[in-house]
T-cell receptor
């Protein structure tokens, strides 16, 4: 079974731009969660989608948004990028809270 | 305030030594997971514990969930260079709702095993 894939793996943007990251979950997994990982804060929950509906949202500003398609693939968007948005963005797919499978992440650098 | 506190933050040991990593909280968790993450990659699930007092073994790794389901430990016996990585604990809070898959993560313990 193929694992979770994330594209692109690396991204460099400048302040004020916007970015879209993509995540393809494991086949059959309907839940996709997004996390931001930084050295200072560790992994922080952004949001979770289940069957195209946002089921849970973390404490991030409205510049961070996401969506899920009917095939369970998910995208997250960050608008008006700030330097502090530089991070590793991780996507996880799951069939339960106890077992989440992470992708390799997208490393975003904001200059 | 970090909901899950991991200690130590950094650990550098010689090959063959034993070590224990701790994950503590004042909150009760319905389940707790341990992950290992290598540079440039996503976390890989090692184990999930769900019952207070539960002990699980994975080769040289032993995981324990506290009786009150507020803390957990990871013990590695005879560490090897391949054990090097960032160890993360993560939990699902009790009462967070059956429909929520949101996990709370500790900041991790960075382990280096020197040959």
């Amino acid at each position: 079974k193929a694992g979770v894939t994330q594209t692109p793996r690396y991204l460099i943007k400048t302040r004020g731009q916007q970015v879209t990251l993509s995540c393809s979950p494991i086949s059959g997994h309907r839940s996709v969660s997004w996390y931001q990982q930084t050295p200072g804060q560790g992994l922080q929950f952004l949001f979770e989608y289940f069957s195209e509906t946002q089921r849970n949202k973390g404490n991030f500003p409205g510049r961070f948004s996401g969506r899920q398609f009917s095939n369970s693939r998910s995208e997250m968007n960050v608008s008006t990028l700030e330097l502090g948005d530089s991070a590793l963005y991780l996507c996880a797919s799951s069939v339960s809270a106890d077992t989440q499978y992470f992708g390799p992440g997208t490393r975003l650098t904001v200059l | 305030t970090q909901l899950l506190e991991q200690s130590p933050q950094f650990l550098s040991i010689q090959e063959g030594e034993n070590l224990t990593v701790y994950c503590n909280s004042s909150s009760v968790f319905s389940s707790l997971q341990w992950y290992r993450q290598e540079p440039g990659e996503g976390p890989v699930l090692l184990v999930t514990v769900v019952t207070g007092g539960e002990v699980k073994k994975l080769k040289r790794l032993t995981f324990q969930f506290g009786d009150a389901r507020k803390d957990s430990s990871l013990h590695i016996t005879a560490a090897q260079p391949g054990d090097t990585g960032l160890y993360l604990c993560a939990g699902k809070e009790s009462g967070s709702g059956a429909g929520s898959y949101q996990l709370t993560f500790g900041k991790g313990t960075k382990l280096s095993v020197i040959p």
